[in-house]
């Protein structure tokens, strides 16, 4: 590879996570018969499952600061490691199973994976060396597991349940969303739905003469965020105290202006229209928007923030119970996230008082 090829980035990397195997990747037998690796298309469109889904992620409750293990645990490092709370979480946080220590490069292709071509060219020199979806290899009867990014993974994900050609590699290959790429991409969506209403302000405050596009790289971000839990614990009685006294207020408007429509003294239902009959105190205009505007920041101490530093932190924690948890957490967050601020949990704090 000389200079001005490695610059066009038209190659692809391939290495190889090692560390010390608990589980084994034998082929898993039900009635004799090997299960396969990737669920079939129809598990995946099952209706039912998905409304199970939608179900338990609407158990999970927005109000999230006072239970999150970011908190209980006081993390602080960047990048987000958890406080160990014991010696087994001890030894297990010292290995960094999760950082380049166990990473080894294999090799460097000449093929542009984030062209299909080149994906699939890159994914036979892979099966070439493990042998999934083959016969006859040294790793006969065993799967296998492919850990990529997101644009690798999605992409790869269309093509393997497209082509029924494919079906020996759905069944060997375990074909992984990167972890990491995931709490990345969170930051990214964080930044999407508060930039303009709330962090961009705390971040001028912060770096003046800085530079904001979309989003700052992630060190930046998981730095700048950890700052604003910190800070939360002193100004949350404050902003739960101001939520109580707008939202009273907004009800106290809705009030006096369903009074007004009944008597006759409004006679249309425009808001912000004809309102010079009632006290100048009660104006929709002012107090919903600051009502939305306080739900939206609620929304960002109380989940968004505490959702995303608590599955950074569960990545390296190694408890599979705690980073499912954690991981259906992020997923509510996705759901949730329509467009800058405006959010549909709302609700959800108007109905907590």
């Known amino acids: 590879m000389n200079k001005d090829f490695y610059a066009s980035l038209a190659w692809s990397a391939h290495a190889v996570k090692v560390w010390d195997q608990k589980g084994k990747l034998d082929y898993v037998l039900v009635d004799d018969m090997p299960i396969s690796a990737s669920p079939p298309l129809s598990f995946l469109l099952d209706e039912h499952r998905w409304n199970e889904l939608s179900e338990s992620l609407g158990l999970i ?42 990473l080894f490069p294999v090799d460097i292709y000449p093929h542009n994976i984030a062209a299909v071509d080149g994906l699939l060219q890159s994914i036979r020199k892979c099966q070439l060396i493990d042998g999934f979806g083959l016969c006859g290899t040294p790793r006969d009867s065993k799967y296998s597991i492919l850990l990529s990014d997101i644009a690798i993974y999605w992409q790869w994900f269309r093509i393997v349940y497209s082509y029924s050609g494919l079906a020996p590699m759905r069944h060997d290959l375990f074909s992984v969303l990167g972890l990491w790429h995931t709490y990345q991409h969170a930051h990214r969506l964080l930044w999407c739905e508060f930039r303009s209403a709330f962090l961009a302000d705390a971040f001028f405050s912060l770096w003046p ?12 971000s998981a730095t700048f965020v950890g700052w604003l839990l910190l800070a939360y614990r002193r100004f949350r009685p404050q902003l ?78 190694g408890d599979y119970g705690v980073w499912k948890e954690a991981l259906k957490c992020i997923l509510k967050l996705y759901i949730n996230s329509t467009s800058a601020g405006t959010l549909t949990c709302c609700l959800n704090f108007a109905s907590r008082f």
């Open 61 to 102: 409750a927005v109000w999230k600061y006072d239970t999150c293990n970011s908190v209980a645990r006081d993390t602080r490092r960047i990048p987000v490691k958890p406080i160990s709370m014991n010696e087994d979480e001890e030894a297990h946080l010292s290995q960094s199973y999760d950082g380049l220590c166990r």
């Open 209 to 220: 003469t800085q530079t904001l596009l979309l989003q700052p790289k992630l060190k930046q």
């Open 240 to 317: 739960l105290a101001s939520f109580r006294l707008i939202r009273a207020e907004v009800l106290l408007y809705q009030m006096f202006f369903t009074a007004a429509l009944r008597s006759g003294d409004v006679d249309d239902y425009n808001l912000r229209s004809r309102v010079h009959c009632l006290a100048p105190l009660f104006c929709v205009a002012s107090y919903r928007d600051k009502y939305v505007a306080l739900c939206n920041l609620l929304y960002l101490f109380e989940f968004a923030i505490p959702t995303l530093i608590d599955y950074g932190a569960s990545i390296k924690l």
